[in-house]
């Protein structure tokens, strides 16, 4: 069905809406009369980020597609399925807990900084306590401002291996040069780093960020996931922002993961370090948006999550130096149908470990190493925005030899990760919840 193929990505699988509005409308932004919608659907809407599909749709399915959207409306919105308390899976029953119902403002990412207390970063640009698995109603304040649209804000959040000593916690904010209301306003991604004392941010530093002549205004793909490794080094993600070419450039900070030291200093042996490029940082290049990263516990390999553009999520081990192939090639097309590479595999490219078309929206990442889930162990746990699901992935090398669904439709999964208390913690959005997942003994 065309809707499904085309429009579900942003407008919703269920109409439930996601990136765009639900097409249910009780009022419409741009023209209600049937030639208005079909001329937004066959031309786009430039300014707001609705491809045009003129190129993808012939004029009958332009027709259709258009009545299809005057046919359902108003039909009632199902109601959003609230989480089962327990869930049964292929090899354990899981309990379900919601920890955190209200109060979170798009919730993207969640650090546990001792037993009893994680700090969660909102996408508006907040952080926030969690303690005792409640959220404390204070926010932490003097934050740096961060440029809040579509899938720019404050994103991934990081501690330092010696966390316990120096307090450190970094940020992967998106950094307005202007007034932050703006939406023309150029801004970038940066890497950060503060401490957070009491309710107050402080000792803030620059990890990584690029001159200011390189900014631009540009509100897609900002990736950023943050990877602290067993060596110390930390990776990052920078999304392409929407340039597509800038991912094959490596004169350009954008559409690569990054490795650092923890201060932001380059190790000598990053695939690039003899490059004249000035961004010796890069570690791998040709991603599109990068937004899970995970290391094997096993293994030590580094594993990252793309979220390619309509088909063509991939999943990739990440190796220094090798093209991930964006946008040469991908098993992906454009949101509007055209294709964005004949090609799926290309010479030079690494081709992906396992790809999704249609695309689920993956998102992070986290290899199960915790004694609560004996039968997951070294599995690859996977949580996807759009398919609102975490999927289990068994491993073996390189390859993907089993994939579960363990429970689909009750949110945009944002994060996962194990607590302390080995415990998996997720964070959904749409509705913005903090749960815990335990098995039943
Ligand atoms: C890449 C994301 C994306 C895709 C794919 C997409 N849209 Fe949109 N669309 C948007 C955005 C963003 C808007 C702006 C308003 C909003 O946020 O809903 C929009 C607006 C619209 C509007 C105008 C709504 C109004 O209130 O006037 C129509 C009609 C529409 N889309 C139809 C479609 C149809 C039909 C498809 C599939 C053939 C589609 N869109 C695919 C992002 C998308």
Redesign the pocket.
């Known amino acids: 069905m065309?809707?499904q193929?085309?429009?579900?990505?942003?407008?919703g699988v269920n109409f439930e809406?996601g990136?765009?509005?639900?097409?249910i409308?009780e009022?419409?932004?741009?023209?209600?009369v049937r030639k208005?919608?079909?001329e937004?659907?066959e031309h786009?809407?430039a300014a707001?980020?609705?491809?045009g599909?003129a190129a993808?749709?012939s004029d009958e399915e332009?027709g259709r597609?258009?009545d299809?959207?005057l046919s359902i409306q108003g039909t009632e919105l199902e109601a959003r399925k609230s989480i089962p308390k327990r869930i049964e899976t292929e090899l354990n029953t899981l309990r379900v807990e919601i920890l955190v119902a209200d109060g979170l403002q798009v919730p993207w990412s969640i650090e546990f900084v001792d037993e009893r207390r994680a700090l969660v970063s909102e996408r508006p640009g907040g952080l926030r306590w969690i303690v005792d698995g409640k959220l404390d109603p204070r926010p932490i304040e003097g934050l740096p401002k961060t440029w809040y649209f579509?899938d720019a804000g404050m994103l991934d959040i990081a501690l330092h291996p010696d966390y316990e000593e120096n307090g450190w916690v970094y940020i992967a904010n998106s950094d307005p040069i202007g007034d932050e209301k703006d939406r023309q306003t150029p801004a970038m991604l940066q890497i950060i780093r503060g401490r957070v004392n009491g309710y107050q941010w402080i000792d803030q530093e620059t990890i990584f960020s690029v001159p200011e002549e390189e900014y631009f205004a540009s509100s897609m793909h900002f990736g950023c996931r943050m990877l602290f490794d067993r060596e110390g080094h930390l990776y990052f993600s920078s999304g392409d922002k929407g340039i597509p070419e800038d991912a094959q450039d490596l004169y350009d900070a954008q559409g690569k993961i990054h490795r650092v030291y923890a201060d932001g200093s380059i190790p000598k042996d990053n695939p690039f370090f003899n490059h004249p490029t000035q961004y010796k940082s890069i570690f791998t290049y040709g991603s599109r948006n990068v937004q899970g990263l995970a290391q094997h516990p096993e293994t030590g390999g580094i594993w990252a999550t793309d979220h390619g553009p309509?088909g063509g999520d991939e999943l990739n081990w990440v190796r220094p130096g090798a093209n991930h192939g964006w946008p040469l090639a991908t098993y992906g097309i454009n949101?509007?149908?055209t294709l964005v590479s004949e090609r799926a595999e290309y010479p030079g490219v690494t081709s992906p470990a396992r790809y999704w078309v249609p695309s689920i929206a993956t998102c992070p990442i986290a290899f199960v190493d915790s004694e609560l889930f004996p039968e997951w162990k070294n599995n690859l746990l996977l949580g996807a925005l759009k398919f609102q699901e975490i999927r289990r992935l068994v491993l073996e090398g390189e390859e993907v030899v089993e994939e579960e669904i363990l429970f689909q439709g009750y949110g945009r999964v944002r994060d996962i990760k194990f607590g302390p208390d080995g415990a998996l913690y997720a964070l959904l959005n749409d509705p913005d919840q903090l749960i815990r997942i335990t098995p039943y003994k």
């Open positions: 065309i809707y193929q085309f429009c579900a990505t942003c407008h809406g990136k765009a509005q639900s097409l409308k009022k419409w932004l741009f023209g209600s208005a919608i079909s937004n659907i786009g809407i707001v980020g609705m491809p599909f993808a749709l332009l597609v258009t299809y959207v579509r309509m949101h509007d149908g």
